[in-house]
């Protein structure tokens, strides 16, 4: 009923910026949060910024607080998530994610998101 895709990763040199935006169709009004997360091979899944689907209240995580910003205009509009001052430490692929059927209590707990991206990499070069 959800799909989202997500576009705008690339490389970029420590201090630039990207956005990234995560295209929206289906019943996505059926969720109640919407997130990017980021993954590096061999570790965990990280939570990095969440929303209220369709806008309100964000979560970030501490790494990424003052650098990142998540938005979400209006329910058909893209998920975006701006991202500035990156360091080499931000590489990681990114994927969006639409979830929290049961509730608004906004979560980073992966098992939550029911819908996910493809994802897009994003690489910083120190």
């Known amino acids: 009923q959800v799909q989202l895709l997500e576009s705008g990763g690339g490389s970029v040199q420590t201090g630039g910026s990207l956005r990234l935006s995560c295209a929206v169709s289906g019943n996505i009004r059926s969720t109640h949060c919407m997130a990017w997360f980021r993954q590096v091979p061999g570790k965990a899944r990280e939570g990095v910024a969440a929303?209220?689907?369709?806008?309100?209240?964000?979560w970030y995580v501490d790494p990424v607080k003052g650098r990142f910003t998540i938005s979400h205009a209006d329910y058909e509009d893209p998920l975006y998530l701006q991202m500035d001052s990156l360091k080499p430490e931000d590489t990681a692929t990114y994927y969006c994610?639409?979830?929290?059927?049961?509730?608004?209590?906004?979560?980073?707990?992966?098992?939550?998101?029911?819908?996910w991206g493809q994802g897009t990499q994003v690489t910083v070069s120190s």
């Open positions: 994610a639409a979830g929290c059927l049961d509730g608004y209590v906004l979560t980073f707990q992966s098992y939550r998101y029911n819908y």
């Open positions: 929303i209220y689907t369709g806008g309100g209240s964000t």
